[in-house]
């Protein structure tokens, strides 16, 4: 392929430097990227909640963008440091099965986080949906569980400087069986807590100095508009921020991605090029039924571009470059061509 002839617009097609990339926006999430590589899957405690539910959640939690849990959570609960959430469904739409929703929030100090819990259920209490009542968690005789509307449950425990709360939902069971539920809430902090034993916090004078990339492979994304964090994840953490953990898990196995990038693009590092065809094969299985084929951008003939013509703003590209499966998306065509064959020059650049 004549790279020199892809028609890129005014997106950039040079590596960024790391002096580039250390901004703002990087820095803050860099300590929540390394708490999430120790948070489990929630399917690893229960393997029938195998979707995960992707689209206005946030998964990385800084100090200046903290859970949402309760009404002005900074004042309420100091002390925050990072957070990590994740989030595990019986099927696509949570109102459909059982669903579980797990933040892992880490705090300067224990005292802090043992505040906190009790700041969560208080906020919980004087929210628009106040809990109906009480429920003692199994194994944690300080936490504090609430039954809520519809069958569902919450629960926020503290160990050492971390806080886990959870949000349970009550699925289709008639009628709800909340001690259950509350059973399923130990046996989540219970393998959370377990693996939290393996992660040792970022001292808080070194927090600013942490490493935004790894492998320098951040340089060879998209740049990002303003304001908007860019990461580089390990498969397994990736796994989080992806609608099928279990399916794509066996994707990345096969295809030995260890590396993935998500910014203003998403790319996966694989194995070798044959690696990476086949993670853009499976890629392209995940695509909803709605999507419909659309023209791919001039010069490059192999990528795979579609739109879901009832959605605004679904456009998107999928391809490789080498070892690395692409997906670019866009609002508008000419955009969407643009962005993709830009993001195919710089990766046609890396290693």
Known sequence: MDVAALQTGNYRTTPRTPEELRTPATIDIQESLRLGEYVPLIMETSPKLVFSRVKYQKKMFTRVDPPNIVDNFSTVAPGFVAGWETIGQRREDELHGRSVDLTVMQFTTSEHAAAAVKALAD???HSRYPPVGTLPIPGYADAQGQARQYGAISAAAARDEFVLWTYIGGGVDIPPNQNELADLAGKVFDA???????????PENELAELPVDRDGL???????????AEAVLSANTALHLLQRPDLTKRAFEDAQVDLVVFGETEFYRAGDDRAADRLHAYFMTQLDSE????DDPPGMPDAHCVENPDTTGSLKCLFTVGRYAAIVAGTQIQELHQKASAQYTLLDLAP
């Open 218 to 228: 951040l340089g060879y994304a998209l740049p990002a508009s303003d304001g908007v």
């Open 192 to 202: 959370q807590f377990e693996r939290l034993q393996d992660y040792d916090p970022t």
């Open 123 to 125: 906020g919980i209490w």
């Open 291 to 294: 999507y419909r084929t659309v």
